[in-house]
């Protein structure tokens, strides 16, 4: 060997020795009790990350503990334990050598959730404003609950949900929505996402692999009857809901409607056609998919009741905290035709086992209590006082707009004069000038595009935020069309 090579070997060894030193260096600050873990965690973490390369030879134990100033048992145990996980190698004589096993830890979780980023303002519909969450009274029932909660109650849960919530939620929903509420056929899943998708696979099952959906709708009804295996048939809506001369000649046996207030159009399904939608289903052997998704939400009158107190043998009714408490509880119920209950409540269980348990106690005990009407008579004060603040905005600022649709849920249907179209061009300028909007046109099917004669339809959601930033937004609105009305 040449006295280059022989350098060079010294080298790379003092080079591995200081980068041991420096990557274990702050574990050595741990207590003496959690020191071994620290070293060992420290040690792992450099192979993870690549700052101990693959091929790299630790110095001996002797030598890299008096560098640290630690025993030399702790480095001994150290790379003991690190070379029967695969992170480091070793054989007699040979020293301890980096193993090539562990790749590089992957990048810190980003969060995907969906936001509109950087707007001034966002009428994207769709979103309560979480922070009405009732946090104080919610805290309180998860205090009691966990005081309160038998020992055994923490296994395995009822795929239906705990007994006691489903209780509580067929008392509710009978006072409130005019359900017929069994509790038996509730199953407690985590929110109408889950309700559908459920759906889904049972309908599969059963051989039905087309389902109708409203047109315009939510774009999330076809998307999980699709990873279900079952394919969506856009059908249009006339003056009083799903037309039904489309919907028979369609041959679909089940269709999913929002008859108390329906997305995005925000009409309300007749009489008459609540009446020729269960004729349907009867005539078919076939069910209606009832979401009700924003049913609570009426501000000029009382809200209309459940289709599915019509007909319970018939309908499969889904609803859920999403627009009443917030989105992220992941809390949601399903009320199911008999012939439907043991297929569904089985899909549940094979898909999670059932909700958590302390999340449903919780919900159980803050509906008993009064703590759910409360929270839902709060939130109906703060919606109508902002629905009112943007239909009063939309008139100040674009003079002849149109707000269709009942008075109710958490968006309205803003149809604006044809001289603010084309609709390409406006929503151009209002995204560009950091207002969040999205087209009746998002919402259907067939995306046709509005023209000068058709003007702009919007779906403004605004119950996410205060009246001074829906007049803000509107206003903005109003500047970027570049043809704002009065006080613009």
Same mark, same amino acid.
């Given at each position: 060997?040449?006295?280059?090579?022989t350098?060079?070997?010294?080298?790379?060894?003092?080079?591995?020795?200081?980068?041991?030193?420096?990557?274990?260096?702050? %574990?050595? !600050? $741990?207590?003496?009790?959690? /020191?071994g873990?620290?070293?060992?965690?420290?040690? &792992?973490?450099? =192979?993870? *990350? +690549?700052?101990?390369a693959?091929?790299?030879?630790?110095?001996?134990?002797?030598?890299?503990?008096?560098?640290?100033?630690?025993?030399?048992?702790?480095?001994?145990?150290?790379?003991?334990?690190?070379?029967?996980?695969?992170?480091?190698?070793?054989?007699?004589?040979?020293?301890?050598?980096?193993?090539?096993?562990?790749?590089?830890?992957?990048?810190?979780a980003?969060?995907?959730?969906?936001?509109?980023?950087?707007?001034?303002?966002?009428?994207?519909?769709?979103?309560?404003?979480?922070?009405?969450?009732?946090?104080?009274?919610?805290?309180?029932?998860?205090?009691?609950?966990?005081?309160?909660?038998?020992?055994?109650?923490?296994?395995?849960?009822?795929?239906?949900?705990?007994?006691?919530?489903?209780? %509580?939620? !067929? $008392?509710?929903?009978?006072? /409130?929505?005019?359900?017929?509420?069994?509790?038996? &056929?509730?199953? =407690?899943? *985590? +929110?109408?996402?889950?309700?559908?998708?459920?759906?889904?696979?049972?309908?599969?099952?059963?051989?039905?692999?087309?389902?109708?959906?409203?047109?315009?709708?939510?774009?999330?009804?076809?998307a999980?009857?699709?990873a279900?295996?079952?394919?969506?048939?856009?059908?249009p809506?006339?003056?009083?809901?799903p037309?039904?001369?489309?919907?028979?000649?369609?041959?679909?046996?089940?269709?999913?409607?929002?008859?108390?207030?329906?997305?995005?159009?925000?009409?309300?399904?007749?009489?008459r056609?609540?009446?020729?939608?269960?004729?349907?289903?009867?005539?078919?052997?076939?069910?209606?998919?009832?979401?009700?998704?924003?049913?609570?939400?009426?501000?000029?009158?009382?809200?209309?009741?459940?289709?599915?107190?019509?007909?319970?043998?018939?309908?499969?009714?889904?609803?859920?905290?999403?627009?009443?408490?917030?989105?992220?509880?992941?809390? +949601?119920?399903?009320?199911?035709?008999?012939?439907?209950?043991?297929?569904?409540?089985?899909?549940?269980?094979?898909?999670?086992?059932?909700?958590?348990?302390?999340?449903?106690?919780?919900?159980?005990?803050?509906?008993?209590?009064?703590?759910?009407?409360?929270?839902?008579?709060?939130?109906q004060?703060?919606?109508?006082?902002?629905?009112?603040?943007?239909?009063?905005?939309?008139?100040?600022?674009?003079?002849?707009?149109?707000?269709?649709?009942?008075?109710?849920?958490?968006?309205?249907?803003?149809?604006?004069?044809?001289?603010?179209?084309?609709?390409?061009?406006?929503?151009?300028?209002?995204?560009?000038?950091?207002?969040?909007?999205?087209?009746?046109?998002?919402?259907?099917?067939?995306?046709?595009?509005?023209?000068?004669?058709?003007?702009?339809?919007?779906?403004?959601?605004?119950?996410?935020l205060?009246?001074?930033?829906?007049?803000? +937004?509107?206003?903005?609105?109003?500047?970027?069309?570049?043809?704002?009305?009065?006080?613009s």
């Amino acid at each position: 060997m040449t006295s280059s090579e022989t350098n060079s070997g010294r080298d790379t060894a003092g080079d591995a020795a200081s980068a041991a030193w420096e990557v274990l260096l702050p %574990a050595v !600050a $741990a207590p003496a009790r959690a /020191r071994g873990r620290s070293l060992r965690e420290a040690l &792992r973490e450099a =192979v993870r *990350s +690549g700052r101990l390369a693959p091929g790299t030879r630790l110095p001996s134990s002797r030598d890299l503990a008096a560098d640290l100033g630690v025993s030399r048992g702790l480095i001994t145990e150290a790379y003991e334990q690190l070379t029967a996980e695969g992170y480091l190698r070793s054989g007699r004589g040979a020293g301890t050598w980096v193993g090539g096993a562990a790749r590089a830890a992957p990048p810190r979780a980003r969060d995907h959730a969906p936001r509109p980023a950087g707007a001034r303002a966002g009428f994207v519909p769709g979103t309560p404003d979480v922070s009405l969450f009732p946090r104080t009274a919610w805290a309180a029932a998860q205090r009691a609950v966990l005081t309160e909660l038998p020992h055994d109650e923490l296994g395995y849960p009822d795929p239906r949900g705990l007994p006691r919530l489903r209780s %509580a939620l !067929a $008392a509710l929903l009978a006072r /409130r929505r005019g359900v017929v509420a069994d509790p038996e &056929r509730i199953v =407690v899943l *985590s +929110g109408v996402s889950q309700a559908m998708a459920v759906l889904g696979f049972v309908l599969h099952a059963r051989g039905i692999h087309e389902v109708g959906v409203e047109d315009p709708g939510s774009p999330q009804h076809a998307a999980l009857y699709a990873a279900a295996g079952v394919r969506a048939v856009p059908l249009p809506l006339d003056g009083e809901g799903p037309a039904m001369g489309p919907l028979r000649a369609s041959g679909v046996r089940c269709v999913v409607t929002t008859p108390a207030h329906q997305f995005p159009t925000g009409i309300a399904c007749s009489a008459r056609r609540r009446a020729e939608l269960l004729d349907w289903a009867r005539s078919v052997d076939g069910f209606v998919l009832e979401d009700d998704y924003d049913g609570d939400f009426r501000y000029d009158r009382a809200p209309v009741g459940a289709l599915q107190g019509l007909d319970p043998e018939r309908v499969a009714y889904a609803g859920s905290v999403s627009k009443s408490l917030a989105p992220g509880l992941r809390l +949601g119920w399903l009320l199911v035709p008999q012939a439907l209950a043991g297929e569904v409540v089985e899909r549940k269980r094979t898909m999670d086992l059932g909700h958590p348990t302390l999340d449903q106690a919780v919900f159980a005990r803050f509906v008993e209590r009064g703590d759910y009407d409360r929270q839902l008579r709060r939130c109906q004060r703060a919606y109508r006082e902002r629905r009112d603040t943007l239909v009063s905005a939309l008139d100040e600022h674009f003079p002849g707009a149109r707000v269709t649709g009942i008075a109710a849920g958490l968006h309205v249907i803003a149809a604006l004069p044809a001289r603010y179209g084309p609709e390409e061009r406006f929503l151009a300028r209002v995204t560009a000038a950091g207002v969040a909007v999205h087209p009746l046109t998002h919402y259907t099917h067939a995306r046709a595009g509005g023209g000068e004669e058709q003007g702009v339809r919007l779906v403004l959601g605004y119950a996410h935020l205060p009246p001074g930033r829906i007049r803000a +937004g509107v206003r903005a609105m109003a500047e970027a069309a570049g043809r704002g009305g009065r006080g613009s």
